[in-house]
Each structure stands twice: as structure tokens, then as C-alpha cells.
């Protein structure tokens, strides 16, 4: 009996109904794919094609391997119900992850479909657990936590929620769940698994590695690496909620240029427009946009523009686009998506006459203004509720790919600019998927609150987003819900906060301060408010200084982000490292989850707790540390309690490099 055979350089198992592909895939790298009666899909929805590749295939009559570099999987054909488990080894011949047996009498499968009325499955797949096993990345949840075993995990985005299925294992390994689809993961202690709600086969993609920076880097080989970072996006960000008119946007700019602290873009939210899915500016707050955008330009600032994938079943654009067949569609029950200002629908950018209609609008109304740079809000999408099942995108069903709409969203921008010309494009967008980096997304953290609770929540998002791929990341520094621009506890969180930011991918503040000023037009109609003061000047006399010296060392650091951010684009390398990426002997390191590397030579430990003048810090084996503002020095492998006045946090420098922040900090 041929339970398995070689097809071009592939190995494919074959028994009662079930087929599974194992093959190369990038270097040190295999693809598994898995389907009941049914030929195995070509699709690729995340991973690129991949190289040349000449694995090893050795095939016996109940055992089979294949070899591509670091990685085999053997596979075997268990003695109860010919069920099939898989097992991946290293170079060593160490075990890095093993499909659950079939228990014997238990009957059980490593690979369960369960049918769906109409065709497709449930499908559940289930691997052994190493206890030891630590794991990071999966993209971001609001949690406090670095290692994710015991997590358990939605596959799904929300507002502040980005599913981005790939994590780097403790040991040794990479994993890709190559799925769009709604599901969950469980990082038991028993056993992982992971749950698509609806999907065609089974795909999967793991690769091994001898440190967590090769593991990175192999995988942004298999599903794209971001470009280069323009050079506005190594500096400071102004951002609120919201810069209403044109004369508000210009005095901000000029009072920037005045002060002489530089600033690199000017970000006017969301509702500049008078409906969703117009996507244009009111011209009664705007009246002339390209002279704005011209005036900002002799100040050397680039003018960022939200835009939202809401369209106000009023808008201008809404019958067209609904003819055209460029809308979300709700399965059952009124076609009303989300409730915002009006009733709305979500473009769909699955659809590539959606992103061609849409970009027709963007660059006639923004981009033939000189306008290089977007910010793509409510990208999950945020839908007034969360049934994902009751939707369908161009792409299929939203259960079955519905995680893929935040990454096609960025790509319609980066798609229409490329076109238009440009050549190194960041967008801001609120959630990401498996690839988006490749288009340009610089992912926020969402709507998360002004507390220090969500402050330290970032940290860990933030190094879970780069090791998931995504090296562009930040936050809305001060947070974006609560914080009252007069109260002095704000303030002193947002200067901590400020601080953290200053060493993150992108430094940007925005939020939505308190108190509101209401706005109502000439017609007599209400629209979104303006929130109170947000530029750093806004926040007292102990503040300013405190905020306008960060700016200025964020600015000094140019030539080092600007590395930091070739590194990414060259290799797929994190900006902002767990401290493991760059120590990873140091057993320590990978417990930690309120400190970090800027890149390879910075520590930054943030200051997070009310009211707190110092804190601890662990110092990693193999170097010798140097604090920036007192040039003091530290063994490295050992704790200590470091002062952290309101002016300052603790920062390290790595055998004294990047010298030059001892005297600025």
C-alpha cells in the first residue's frame, strides 16, 4: 500500500479521502496543506512564491520525510486508523513541534474537518505542547503579557485588536497559520490549537532558525518585507482629534515653526469630509486644501489625511458604489454595518474595482493636492457588531477571509500611489494582517484609553506586532479615550508616555482630549466635535520642556532610526526588539515585558506606574551598559534600581554606543 509519493519535488500523503502536501518553502522552511476529497488549492493568500528549492525526500512504506535545510518533517502512518502525524525536527535532530497522536482507542486527528452546509469546513488543527515552550508574536492584544502560553487567542480583528498569525517559538521555530479565517487559537499546556470557523483545507507554514532575528528574517522572506521609510517619518507627528478647518491646521504649523521644534507631518482627522465615503474635504472648513497643503510644504511638513472605509448610505458616492457592487454585503437583515454620525456600509477592498474606484477619488481630491501620506482608520473594519458570519466580502465569506480586509485595505493606497509615482510610502492604519507590512503599514494601536494600565499594554503590543512581522508600530501617545488636557495627573502620564514614544518606530501624539468644543455648520447641522488642546505646549509649564527635549532627541537619533528603519526594509528586522531578539542566551531576557531594544544598541525601560521616580532594571549578559544622562556604568546580567525623575526614564546604551544621548538625556 502507497500511502505517499514524490510529485516535483513535493511529498504527499494520501488515505481515506484525506490529502496532505508538505513541501519547501523559503529557506529552512516547509508548507503543509491538508483537504477531505478535494484537489489541494494553489492559493497562496500570504506567502509569496517561493525560490528554487531541492528538498530531501525519502519515502519508506508507513514513514516519510522531507528535509529543506534546518527543518524535516517526518511523517508517519500510526498502527490505529492509518491516521497521519507529523513531526518537525532541526538540524540537531531536536523535536520543535509534533501533531497530537491519534490516542489509540481515542481515534483522534490532528487534522479535523468538520463539514459545513454548502461545502468547507471546520477545521481544527492540534500539536503536542512543551510546557517549556515560550511564545511571542500573533500581532496585538490589548494584555499585559509576553509570553503567550496559556493564551488564548480570537482570530479576528477588533478596534485595537490585530490578528496577525505568526509567532516566534522559544524553540527554535517560526509558525505561520496561513488562514484568513475567523477562529481562535489555544496555547494550552496540553495541547495548541487552532480553530478556522470556515475554510477549504488546511495551510500552514513553519520554519526553523538558531536565533529569534534569523526566524524574523526567513519570514519576511516568505510574505514581504516594508519599504523604505520616508524621511517624514523619522521624526515627530501632531496629531488630535480634531484639527476642524484649514486655519486651525496652518496656525498649528506656523506655531511649530515658530517655537523652532521640528516637526516632520500634520495629521487632520477624521470628518474633514461632510459624509463618510466622500472622500473629499468640506469646503466649508476647507475651502482651499492645495493651498494649505502648499504653505505646510514651504514649512517642511507633510499633511497626513484620514480616510475612512465607511460610506453614509448619504453620501455622494453611495448609490454608485452600490450599483457597482462595491460594498460589504450584510447576509441577513438591514445592509447596516456600522452606526456612526449616519447610517454605514464598508467599501470593499477585496474587490479590485473597489480599490480602483476608490483610488480615482483619493488622488483627484488629496493626492493631486501633493498630499504623500494617508491615515487609514477603522481598518478591522470596525463593524457595529462583531457577527462575523453575517457579512461577505468580494473575497468569500467573512468567516472564511474576513481577516484579510485591514491588509487589502492598505494595499489599495499603496497600489494608487505606487501608480501616481511614489516611490517610499507609509500609511497609518489601525489593524494589520499577515503581509500587510509589504504595503506600507504603519500599524497604531487603536482606540485604547489614557491610563497607565493601557500605557503598559502597549509595550508588550508593540514587541508582539514586530516579531508577527509588522516593524512599523506606535501608539496614540497620551492615549486616545479620557485624558483631560488641564488635570495635572494627565499630565504627568502623558509626559511618561511622551517618553516611550519618543523610542518607538514612529513617534506621533494624538488624542481625543477633553473638554470637546461642540461644531455646528452653517446649515445649521451638527458635526464631530473638537477635542481640547493637544500640541505639547498645551500642558503647563513643567511639561513643555520636558516634551519639546524629547522631540529634540528623537530628532538627534535621525541617522540611527533611519538604520534601523533600512534594517527593517532589508530584512524584515524589528525596530522595536524584545530583549531576547538580541540576547537570546540570556535566559532572562525572555521574561521581560516593560523593557526593550531600540534597535540594537538602545534599552529603553519606560517609566509606567503613577507617580514612580524609579525602577528597576535588568541589565543583559554579554555587554557592558552605559546610562544615557549619567554615563554611569553597569555589569551587564544583573538588576538594578535606577532613579527616573519626571525629566528622564532609564535608557542604556549597549557597550556605549549612540554616545551622544548620555549628554541629551
Known amino acids: 500500500m502507497n500511502y505517499f509519493e514524490e510529485k516535483n519535488g513535493t511529498l504527499i500523503f494520501r488515505e481515506n479521502g484525506e490529502t496532505v502536501k508538505v513541501e519547501g518553502w523559503a529557506a529552512d522552511s516547509l508548507r503543509v496543506r491538508g483537504g477531505i476529497l478535494d484537489d489541494i488549492s494553489e492559493e497562496s493568500i500570504a506567502l509569496l512564491p517561493p525560490p528554487p528549492l ?24 500510526q498502527t490505529w486508523g492509518n491516521a497521519l502525524q507529523i513531526t518537525f525536527l532541526n538540524q540537531k535532530n531536536e523535536v520543535l513541534l509534533r501533531e497530537i497522536s491519534d490516542g489509540g482507542a481515542l481515534c483522534k486527528r490532528a487534522r479535523h474537518y468538520k463539514t459545513l452546509p454548502g ?22 492584544y490589548q494584555q499585559e503579557k509576553m509570553n503567550l502560553k496559556g493564551c488564548n487567542l480570537e482570530l479576528a480583528h477588533r478596534n485595537s485588536q490585530a490578528s496577525v498569525p505568526f509567532y516566534v517559538s522559544s524553540l527554535g ?7 484568513a479565517a475567523i477562529g481562535e487559537v489555544h496555547f494550552g499546556l496540553n495541547t495548541t490549537e487552532w480553530v478556522a470557523e470556515s475554510t477549504k483545507q488546511l495551510d500552514y507554514w513553519i520554519t526553523a532558525g538558531d536565533t529569534p532575528a534569523e526566524i524574523e528574517e526567513n519570514y519576511a522572506e516568505a510574505v514581504g518585507k516594508a519599504p523604505m521609510m520616508p524621511e517624514y517619518g523619522l521624526g515627530f507627528w501632531q496629531c488630535k482629534l480634531r484639527y476642524y478647518n484649514q486655519e486651525q491646521v496652518i496656525r498649528i504649523a506656523e506655531e511649530y515653526k515658530k517655537r523652532e521644534i521640528p516637526l516632520d507631518v500634520l495629521v487632520i482627522d477624521y470628518f474633514h469630509w461632510l459624509r463618510c465615503g466622500d472622500y473629499r474635504f468640506d469646503e466649508e472648513y476647507f475651502p482651499n486644501p492645495k493651498e494649505m497643503v502648499e504653505r505646510l510644504h514651504e514649512l517642511g511638513i507633510e499633511t497626513m489625511v484620514s480616510v475612512w472605509p465607511q460610506v453614509d448610505t448619504r453620501s455622494e458616492n453611495y448609490e454608485e458604489m452600490k450599483q457597482q457592487g462595491l460594498l460589504v454585503k450584510t447576509n441577513a437583515g438591514i445592509d447596516v454595518q456600522m452606526l456612526f454620525d449616519s447610517n454605514n ?29 494617508f491615515w487609514l482608520d477603522v481598518a478591522e473594519p470596525e463593524l457595529g457588531d462583531y457577527d462575523f458570519d453575517n457579512y461577505r466580502y468580494y473575497a468569500g465569506p467573512v468567516a472564511e477571509k474576513g481577516n484579510i480586509y485591514p491588509r487589502e485595505y492598505a494595499r489599495l493606497f499603496y497600489e494608487g500611489q505606487k501608480a501616481n ?13 499577515a503581509g500587510s507590512q509589504k504595503y506600507g503599514a504603519l500599524v497604531w494601536s487603536g482606540d485604547i484609553f489614557s491610563s497607565y494600565e493601557d500605557l503598559r499594554k502597549q509595550i508588550c503590543a508593540g514587541l508582539h506586532m514586530g516579531l508577527a512581522g509588522i516593524p512599523w508600530w506606535t501608539t496614540d501617545i497620551g492615549g486616545f479615550h479620557g485624558g483631560v488636557t488641564e488635570d495635572e495627573n494627565f499630565r ?142 553597569y555589569e551587564g546580567g544583573k538588576s538594578y534600581e535606577i532613579d527616573a525623575p519626571i525629566e528622564t526614564l532609564p535608557v542604556f546604551l549597549r557597550d556605549g554606543r549612540q554616545e551622544y544621548l548620555v549628554e541629551m538625556l
Open 345 to 373: 456600509v464598508f467599501m470593499d477592498p477585496t474587490n479590485p474595482r473597489t480599490r480602483q474606484y476608490v483610488w480615482e477619488k483619493i488622488k483627484k481630491n488629496y493626492a493631486d493636492l501633493g498630499i504623500h501620506t
Open 119 to 140: 461545502g468547507g469546513f471546520r477545521l481544527k488543527a492540534s500539536f503536542e505542547s512543551n510546557p517549556l515552550e515560550k511564545i511571542y508574536g500573533m500581532g496585538q
Open 173 to 179: 521555530y517560526g509558525f505561520l497559520w496561513h488562514n
Open 492 to 633: 504627568e502620564l502623558l509626559i511618561r508616555w511622551f517618553q516611550f514614544g519618543t523610542f518607538c518606530p514612529v513617534m506621533r501624539i494624538h488624542g481625543s482630549r477633553l473638554p470637546f468644543t461642540p461644531i455646528v455648520n452653517k446649515a445649521g447641522e451638527v458635526r464631530e466635535k473638537t477635542g481640547a488642546d493637544n500640541e505639547i505646549w498645551s500642558f503647563g509649564e513643567e511639561a513643555y520642556p520636558v516634551l519639546k527635549k524629547f522631540i529634540g532627541i528623537r530628532e538627534r537619533m535621525r541617522d540611527y532610526t533611519r538604520e534601523l528603519m533600512r534594517q527593517a526594509h532589508e530584512k524584515g528586522s524589528p525596530v522595536m526588539r524584545t530583549l531576547f531578539y538580541e540576547f537570546p542566551e540570556d535566559s532572562n531576557c525572555w521574561d521581560i515585558t516593560d523593557s526593550y531594544m531600540f534597535g540594537p544598541d538602545i534599552l529603553v525601560a519606560p517609566v509606567v506606574h503613577k507617580g514612580a521616580r524609579s525602577r528597576q532594571v535588568y541589565l543583559p549578559k554579554g555587554a557592558e551598559w552605559v546610562q544615557a544622562g549619567s554615563g554611569k556604568r
Open 421 to 433: 509615482g511614489q516611490t517610499e510610502i507609509v500609511n497609518l492604519i489601525r489593524c494589520a494582517w
Open 54 to 77: 531541492s528538498p530531501e525526500i525519502k519515502i519508506e512504506e508507513r514513514r516519510a520525510s522531507i528535509t529543506n535545510g534546518k527543518i524535516k518533517a517526518v511523517l508517519e502512518v
